[in-house]
């Protein structure tokens, strides 16, 4: 389960855990990769790389850093520091704040007006700073925009101190049911640490939320986490770290944080025993209100077009005409399809024509990629140097489609080998799967793998797996991810498979809408599905479809705003 991220900017870098948030083939001999592909179209080369030549540096994390002392010097030349790092000291202005000529809160005094809100000002001199009188601060700081001179002085009851120079925000929750709960925010450091220390801690929590949900807000709890997801690309927010205690918990170490909220242009204090945001904040992840009903779709293609994959090609399109078929006049416009299709280097091979192309520079109607799938997206017949080929191209391409801003966007990669690594010579983007990873959650794109397995290059497929699995990731459940192996010899198989894919997402749209499930949903009757499995739908489309939706809903949602000091606690490991 995961909570806040910490992050020096708006793109998360490290994930962190909330432990008071507990609940409880074909028989084909194994082939040379590169005599897979061929060398039709281009000149032999020397052999094949290594399996091992194609693995990076991806999964390596730098060291944790150790606790920084809290001493504050202050030597009337240039800014204040921090005795232990001799960082500079730095404030950030809440909304609505002044700097002043002199320590008299006056009109008169004023030297500039709204100073802009949250961006850092260095301090230069700490007058009679009193942070132990809750929301009221009493002192001045002395500040400047760069190190060189102080501009004026602000009130201590108008910025935050801000030490650690991190901020964190809200990763994605999950699903409503098996989802992490929401963060909860303590009044101090000592009510955090008497949860921490119980020797039934995840009993104390689960009765915290109890009690939560029930109106009955515990003493020691100031704030909570909205049920639903806060997205940060749309209710902007900051959740600076003032102040942080390093602990261990069931022999993990784990961090108590100190943090404030900063909402632009708000003031104030958002509290559980404000009613109003108490409300707010306890509306389920899963309550949609009114926005359901102009829900849209954008599903974007992204398959291989080397030489061994016309026959899927060809099996994706007929899925999509399924797919139309089965649209009802509504369903049919809240549709919009991208066709995206990778290759290789054609700086080693330019035969191959292309690396990847977009073929629907705007995103069209069902009907037109099934024209695009029979004309335009052809397997070439030249092979590649070698058995991976430029898959995280093909994925950077298609995220940089033309999404509509108010659709869930989705994403199905279907290939049958592992791509270049970073660093490698046909690795063309200089990315790999954690940075398109990174851009898919940013872009809020959920990305679903189908992984075409050919039983004689068994040496890539963990290679592939590994690749595909962390692309398709399902976010808010970071040991779940949506993919998909289907034999390469069995070509029924995948056709069975992209007809329920396309099956269940067609579905999945209608129920959100409120009407019924399958083909027959325009005379009002249920229909099951007859492709995949059944009438059951994948799990893996399922929980890319409700991560997508949570995603959704909490557009709705809006950050608690925290201005007082000592600010709030929460716990991460």
């Not at 009109?107 to 009221?136: H, K, T």
């Not at 849209?296 to 797919?323: C, E, G, N, W, Y």
């Not at 191209?393 to 999404?403: E, F, I």
């Not at 396309?502 to 019924?516: F, S, V, Y």
Request: proline share 5%.
């Amino acid at each position: 389960m995961t909570i806040p991220e910490i992050s020096a900017t708006r793109r998360p870098v490290l994930s962190l855990c909330l432990p008071l948030l507990m609940a409880f083939g074909l028989g084909t001999a194994q082939a040379d990769l590169s005599a897979l592909e061929g060398t039709v179209g281009h000149a032999p080369a020397g052999g094949s790389p290594s399996l091992w030549d194609l693995e990076g540096d991806t999964g390596h994390a730098a060291a944790a850093s150790e606790p920084r002392d809290d001493g504050i010097r202050c030597a009337g030349e240039g800014p204040c520091v921090e005795v232990s790092t001799e960082l500079a000291l730095r404030v950030l202005p809440r909304p609505f704040s002044h700097v002043y000529a002199e320590r008299q809160a006056d009109e008169s005094a004023i030297i500039q007006a709204n100073v802009a809100a949250f961006r850092p000002l260095y301090v230069f001199a700490r007058e009679g700073v009193d942070l132990d009188r809750g929301g009221d601060p009493e002192g001045w700081y002395q500040v400047g925009q760069g190190r060189d001179a102080p501009l004026g002085w602000m009130q201590a009851r108008d910025v935050f101190e801000w030490r650690q120079a991190l901020l964190v925000s809200y990763t994605h929750p999950g699903d409503p049911i098996e989802g992490r709960s929401p963060v909860l925010m303590f009044q101090d450091l000592a009510s955090l640490e008497s949860l921490v220390d119980d020797m039934d801690m995840a009993g104390r929590a689960r009765s915290l939320y109890t009690d939560i949900r029930e109106g009955e807000v515990p003493e020691s709890v100031v704030s909570m986490e909205p049920e639903r997801f806060v997205d940060i690309t749309r209710q902007f927010y900051m959740l600076p770290i003032l102040d942080w205690e390093q602990t261990r918990i069931r022999g993990d170490d784990a961090r108590l944080l100190q943090l404030a909220a900063a909402v632009p242009r708000a003031r104030g204090a958002d509290t559980l025993t404000n009613p109003e945001y108490a409300d707010q904040s306890r509306v389920g992840r899963g309550e949609a209100g009114a926005g359901l009903q102009d829900l849209k779709v954008d599903l974007v293609f992204v398959i291989d077009t080397t030489r061994s994959m016309q026959p899927f090609i060809d099996m994706t399109r007929d899925a999509v005409a399924r797919m139309t078929r089965e649209f009802t006049g509504e369903t049919s416009a809240r549709f919009r399809f991208g066709l995206v299709t990778f290759r290789d280097s054609i700086e080693v091979i330019p035969a191959l024509e292309y690396v990847t192309r977009n073929h629907t520079p705007e995103l069209v109607d069902g009907e037109a990629l099934v024209d695009l799938l029979a004309h335009s997206a052809r397997a070439t017949e030249v092979g590649s140097l070698d058995y991976a080929e430029e898959g995280f191209a093909g994925v950077d391409t298609a995220l940089r489609s033309a999404w509509r801003e108010d659709a869930l966007r989705f994403m199905i990669l279907v290939g049958d080998a592992s791509s270049h690594p970073k660093g490698h010579a046909q690795n063309v983007t200089g990315k790999d799967e954690v940075d398109l990873r990174r851009e898919l959650d940013d872009a809020q794109v959920h990305l679903l793998a189908i992984h075409l397995q050919d039983p004689r290059a068994e040496a890539d497929h963990p290679i592939a797996h590994a690749q595909f699995s962390h692309l398709s990731r399902v976010r808010g459940d970071a040991g779940r991810s949506a993919i998909e192996a289907v034999d390469a010899f069995e070509q029924a198989q995948y056709l069975a498979l992209v007809e329920q894919v396309t099956d269940d997402i067609n579905n999945l749209l209608r129920q959100a809408m409120g009407g019924p499930a399958g083909p027959a949903a325009s005379t009002g009757q249920v229909a099951t599905s007859t492709a995949g499995t059944g009438d059951a739908e994948l799990e893996s489309v399922s929980a890319l479809w409700q991560a997508a939706l949570v995603e959704y809903i909490g557009r709705e949602a809006t950050p608690p705003r925290r201005t007082s000091w000592p600010g709030r606690w929460i716990v991460t490991w």
